[in-house]
């Protein structure tokens, strides 16, 4: 009777050890394979720091008509709601550095999410226009 109690005992502690271990080993290798790119928000200064200082392309998610009445200089127009399943056209290349704006935030947040889930790696949300202490560029 001792000697199967012994042995069941040393059964559950192999397996509960190998347990262990195929767990570190999962965990390993969920840390060795690269996520999808994760959601970041930034502030308007970090943004504009990134555009004197490195190559992105700026991101506006407003309507046409909010993008006419003032935007940042150089920023691409992709409305938040033409962005769905496809690739936006106007946004090409899935690697490059993506800055993200819209009126006060919200939009921005959202579009950030979905471009992250189309496959772009490198996304920053930087919240609305209303936010931002810099030059505008008005159409007109």
């Known amino acids: 009777m001792r000697q199967i109690l012994l042995f069941a005992l040393l059964a559950a502690s192999l397996a509960l050890l190998s347990g262990c271990a195929l767990s ?3 965990a390993d290798t969920a840390e060795d394979m690269p996520d999808k790119a994760a959601y970041q928000k930034i502030s308007a200064e970090e ?10 392309v700026v991101v506006d998610v407003r309507t046409r008509e909010e993008y006419d009445g003032g935007h940042i200089e150089n920023a ?3 409305p938040n709601e033409s962005i769905g399943s496809e690739m936006p056209e106007a946004l090409p290349d899935k690697e490059a550095t993506l800055l993200v704006y819209c009126r006060s935030g919200r939009r921005s947040k959202d579009a950030a999410q979905k471009l992250l889930a189309l496959g772009y790696q490198s996304v ?5 226009v209303i936010d931002w202490p810099y030059e505008l560029v008005k159409e007109g």
């Open 24 to 26: 570190k080993a999962k």
């Open 47 to 56: 943004a504009y720091e990134m555009m004197v200082s490195q190559e992105v």
């Open 76 to 78: 691409v127009l992709v």
């Open 124 to 128: 920053y949300d930087f919240g609305g």
